[in-house]
């Protein structure tokens, strides 16, 4: 079981706008440590979306953004496209378990 | 760009010790600018952060593998080393090495591609 909690699954059609959350803790994201999010894709490895809350590394399209409120943080992707289809993972640091920490994955299916 | 390759046995037999290597490629680890990591990856617990190891050697580790994990680091090589002892088949996992810049901590910008590590008799 995952300190981060994501659903298991989403799914939406191309062009449309998908959203996977990220929940918390008070130790966590609650506790104003940065969340990140990782793509990944079978057989490879996680590859860096969005770091610092809401920030892309150079490469990635502005169609991937990220948020963040409380204990919870958000993933959105607009205009969806097939080549989206991949494994999503959130990460942050928690104080208590003094270690970084990752959601369980929420694999994205596009219709 | 930096590169990360890890290196080192596919299976190990339980109760004996794990050992895997990364080499740094594209970039200095002398360079004291980066946390270099460890994270793995099994079906059973996802992906899950081993620890890291500094350049002057100062390691952090998961407070759950601490007793059983060693990182250090090699500079005149730019290679760094994790050392995971009295393995069980719970250690089956994908392994990576990743690099976790110092002005932005507990996030990983660059990946190796990984290596399977398998827990078997």
């Known amino acids: 079981q995952s300190v981060l909690t994501q659903p298991p699954s989403v799914s939406g059609a191309p062009g449309q706008r998908v959203t996977i959350s990220c929940t918390g803790s008070s130790s966590d994201i609650g506790a104003g440590y940065d969340v990140q999010w990782y793509q990944q894709f079978p057989g490879t490895a996680p590859k860096l979306l969005i770091y610092?809350?809401?920030n892309r590394p150079s490469g990635v399209p502005d169609r991937f953004s990220g948020s963040k409120s409380g204990t919870s943080a958000s993933l959105a992707i607009t205009g969806l496209q097939a080549e989206d289809e991949a494994t999503y993972y959130c990460q942050s640091y928690d104080s208590s378990l003094s270690a970084s920490v990752f959601g369980g994955g929420t694999t994205l299916t596009v219709l | 760009q930096v590169h990360l390759q890890e290196s080192g046995p596919g299976v190990v037999k339980p109760s004996q010790t794990l050992s895997l290597t990364c080499t740094v490629s594209g970039g200095s680890i002398s360079s004291g600018t980066d946390y270099w990591t460890w994270i793995r990856q099994s079906a059973g617990k996802g992906l899950e952060w081993i620890g890291r190891?500094?350049?002057?050697?100062?390691?952090n580790y998961n407070p759950s593998l601490s007793s059983r994990v060693t990182i250090s680091v090699d500079t005149s090589k730019n290679r760094f080393s994790l050392k995971l002892t009295s393995v069980t088949a719970a250690d089956t996992a994908v392994y990576f090495c990743?690099?976790?810049?110092?002005?932005?901590?507990?996030?990983?910008?660059?990946w190796g591609q990984g290596i399977l590590v398998t827990v078997s008799s």
């Open positions: 610092g809350n809401t």
């Open positions: 990743t690099r976790e810049p110092l002005r932005d901590p507990h996030q990983f910008d660059f």
């Open positions: 190891v500094y350049t002057s050697g100062n390691t």
